[in-house]
């Protein structure tokens, strides 16, 4: 065999084995791809786009490990099993969704938003005690902001809102922070109002995680 053959053949060769080599390698990215977009999605509500439970918490937990000046507030829908009863499920599907739209637009993309479950959502957000009230004053309004079904129908909405400042509770803590801004949420159901958590709901007793008592509050905003 003439060198430039044998030179040709080792060419091929190495060709070959760079090829046989790169098309599993290629195989193995598209399925990492395809994995982290299947756990992304997993993280995810399908509903509202907002984090689920887990994912909502650890994303939390390291705004919370590594910024100053936030808040947790926690978000209930008001009345939404009449929603359900009167105008259907997927008008009930509709107002979680919107909700799920109006936090995230409200939160920013640096913050953890979650829906915890059922009509139940709660966001972790950089915001300083001096903003609070006014950021809050906003959420309410947007979240008391009328919903637009497919087929042209209305729904009211309303949502009772709790927050807890880690100024205010010296604390930055998760579960100390969510349990003192449900404890406000609740002082505060159906009021219109996002009320502010104080020290005192740290301390309250719970039952299934919504507290018992009743401290006093401060409030912060009201709906338009």
């Excluded at 046989?20 to 982290?36: E, K």
């Excluded at 969704?97 to 966001?123: C, Y």
């Excluded at 807890?164 to 922070?177: F, Y």
Aim: glycine share 8%; net charge positive.
């Amino acid at each position: 065999m003439s060198p430039l053959l044998r030179v040709q053949g080792r060419i091929g060769q190495r060709a070959l084995l760079l090829t046989t080599v790169a098309v599993p390698l290629t195989g193995w990215a598209v399925h990492a791809t395809v994995l982290l977009k299947q756990l992304a999605r997993a993280d995810k509500d399908p509903l509202t786009g907002l984090l689920r439970r887990n994912a909502y918490t650890a994303r939390a937990r390291r705004l919370l490990a590594r910024r100053d000046d936030l808040a947790v507030v926690m978000v209930d829908a008001d009345r939404f099993k009449a929603v359900n009863d009167t105008m259907g499920h997927p008008a009930g599907d509709a107002v979680l969704a919107a909700f799920g739209a109006r936090l995230t637009a409200w939160a920013g993309p640096r913050a953890s938003v979650g829906r915890l479950g059922g009509d139940e959502f709660a966001v972790v957000v950089q915001v300083t005690a001096a903003h609070l009230e006014p950021r809050l004053a906003q959420l309410v309004r947007m979240l008391h902001t009328p919903v637009v079904l497919e087929d042209g129908r209305t729904v009211d909405v309303a949502a009772s809102v709790g927050a807890a400042s880690t100024s205010v509770l010296a604390t930055r803590d998760l579960a100390v922070l969510q349990r003192a801004a449900d404890a406000a949420l609740y002082d505060g159901k159906h009021s219109g109002r996002a009320h502010l958590a104080t020290p005192a709901h740290t301390t309250l007793p719970t039952v299934n995680g919504r507290r018992a008592g009743r401290p006093g509050t401060a409030v912060w905003g009201r709906a338009a």
